[in-house]
């Protein structure tokens, strides 16, 4: 087919775009300022500076300095190459095996082990041995060992018990107890040893101190934070600001003082108890001194025992077992108000008046029985009711914390109690709403024994408890008599 045949044949048919690529390397010889020149120099540029980007620094190497290496440095860096796979990789890191290991039958049994364990809420000695890996007989007899000194009940809920193990005497069975030691309680450690085939009850008493913590301070911005920052322990300080009341009219300028039961350990562990006494004092002057007293732990009024203060006393020492507001009515079986708080107090206790008043009534008020009412300052009033008999004529002016008359279950009552009542403007009040503080009424032995453990906290030097306790003199160490608790028993023998 000639060109003119060629060209007819392509007549009708789309014309094909043909793609040149583009042609980097190009002669820079030829064609000088033309547009294929320049992208030639454009890519010459573009490689020549990439390949200045990527070369390297040219400046010399520095070789770092010699170190010198310790014993063990040495050690381990000589457990890299290749000799330690042959010595026997004698540095303790774990190796490769080489072809002279050889694989041992049965893997050696250690010689002894240390375990530690727990005790849990009602856990047992007997349980917790097992569960460490005591044989169920030395587990047995050693829980009968130390039971007799302190029963396990006694042991509080976590206490870590350190146990050393033996080694088996066959394979399969349990290790002996080799050493037992744990902490029976604050002041006394208890341990088992053995002694040529015997286990003996070591015990090791601790001593301790018990003298009270006392911190004083100012209150300043927040009695919390001021006692916290102190030392005093949140419990304590809680119970602290329990003891005063919401009504303690706290002021930034008063100082306060608190004790704390409190045992220190010469191991150094303290052990924090309850609040003993709190105090707050104003301008140089006692505002409260509450003293923990009596089994039921309540606080009384302890300042100026026998003196008038300001505010109410409570009228017996009995706690409250009915509380102002609707209720069923024991005897009459309704629904109806009311309108005081009943104490439970033992028939004849005595009855004082809450602060001064005027007998304004004392006689027999129906359901009341045997009922007193006084009137005080301010438009208050009180009513005493039950009484098994009255101690006040009507119109007697009466004082603070005298006595009105005697606990009984006159009236509608199911048993000796007092119902006290409250009034202000000549109506019942919630007595909770008025602030009571508790007085300790007390005469003879037992009134001598409050203000001498009054007289004995406030002799404590704040802050002293919180240092640690001063070693033992030797001389008193030496001249310290054998206690039979810290004998060794070795009356009974593992057989």
């Known amino acids: 087919m000639d060109r003119g045949q060629r060209r007819r044949a392509a007549v009708g048919q789309p014309r094909r775009r043909i793609l040149r690529r583009p042609r980097i390397a190009v002669d820079l010889g030829r064609g000088i300022g033309s547009r294929r020149w320049l992208t030639g120099l454009a890519a010459l540029v573009a490689l020549a500076t990439l390949a200045l980007v990527a070369v390297p620094d040219f400046s010399p190497l520095v070789a770092a300095p010699p170190v010198a290496l310790q014993e063990r440095e040495a050690d381990e860096f000589r457990s890299l190459g290749i000799a330690p796979l042959a010595l026997?990789?004698?540095?303790?890191?774990?190796?490769?095996?080489?072809?002279?290991?050889?694989?041992?039958?049965?893997?050696?049994?250690?010689?002894?082990?240390?375990?530690?364990?727990?005790?849990?809420?009602?856990?047992?000695?007997?349980?917790?041995?097992?569960?460490?890996?005591?044989?169920?007989?030395?587990?047995?007899?050693?829980?009968?060992?130390?039971?007799?000194?302190?029963?396990?009940?006694?042991?509080?809920?976590?206490?870590?018990?350190?146990?050393?193990?033996?080694?088996r005497a066959a394979p399969g069975m349990s290790r002996p107890l080799e050493q037992l030691e744990f902490r029976a309680r604050f002041d006394l450690a208890l341990g088992i040893e053995r002694r040529g085939g015997t286990l003996a009850l070591v015990p090791r008493p601790i001593r301790t101190d018990a003298t009270p913590l006392r911190l004083t301070g100012k209150v300043g911005d927040g009695l919390y934070r001021s006692a916290r920052a102190a030392g005093a322990p949140a419990r304590a300080v809680q119970q602290y600001l329990r003891a005063l009341g919401p009504n303690a009219g706290v002021a930034a300028g008063d100082e306060y003082d608190m004790v704390i039961a409190w045992r220190r350990a010469a191991t150094g562990e303290v052990e924090e108890g309850e609040l003993l006494y709190a105090g707050l004092t104003r301008n140089g002057r006692p505002r409260h001194q509450l003293l923990r007293w009596g089994r039921e732990g309540r606080f009384f009024e302890a300042s100026g025992v026998g003196q008038q203060r300001e505010g109410m006393a409570q009228p017996v020492p009995g706690p409250i077992t009915s509380r102002y507001g609707p209720r069923r009515h024991p005897i009459l079986r309704f629904t109806r108000m009311h309108a005081g708080n009943d104490y439970r107090a033992g028939h004849g206790t005595p009855i004082r008046a809450v602060t001064d008043g005027t007998v304004t009534y004392a006689g027999r008020h129906g359901g009341h029985g045997n009922f007193v009412r006084l009137r005080h300052a301010g438009g208050l009033g009180t009513g005493y009711a039950h009484m098994s008999r009255i101690a006040v004529r009507n119109g007697a002016s009466v004082k603070r914390g005298q006595v009105i008359g005697y606990v009984g279950s006159t009236g509608l009552s199911t048993g000796p109690h007092l119902h006290f009542e409250v009034y202000r403007g000549g109506r019942t009040v919630?007595?909770?709403?008025?602030?009571?503080?508790?007085r300790a009424q007390l005469e003879g032995r037992e009134l001598a024994n409050f203000r001498a453990?009054?007289?004995?906290?406030?002799?404590?030097?704040?802050?002293?408890a919180l240092q640690p306790l001063p070693p033992e003199p030797a001389a008193a160490v030496e001249a310290k008599p054998l206690r039979e608790i810290d004998r060794v028993d070795t009356t009974q023998v593992v057989g």
């Open 88 to 167: 026997g990789a004698d540095s303790g890191r774990h190796m490769g095996a080489s072809l002279s290991v050889t694989r041992l039958k049965a893997t050696p049994d250690r010689p002894r082990i240390d375990v530690q364990a727990r005790f849990a809420s009602g856990d047992t000695y007997e349980r917790l041995l097992a569960r460490a890996g005591v044989g169920g007989a030395e587990a047995a007899f050693v829980s009968r060992l130390i039971g007799q000194r302190v029963p396990a009940a006694q042991v509080a809920a976590g206490t870590p018990v350190d146990l050393t193990l033996g080694r």
């Open 430 to 438: 919630n007595p909770s709403s008025v602030r009571f503080t508790t």
């Open 453 to 464: 453990r009054l007289a004995e906290l406030r002799r404590v030097t704040p802050g002293a």
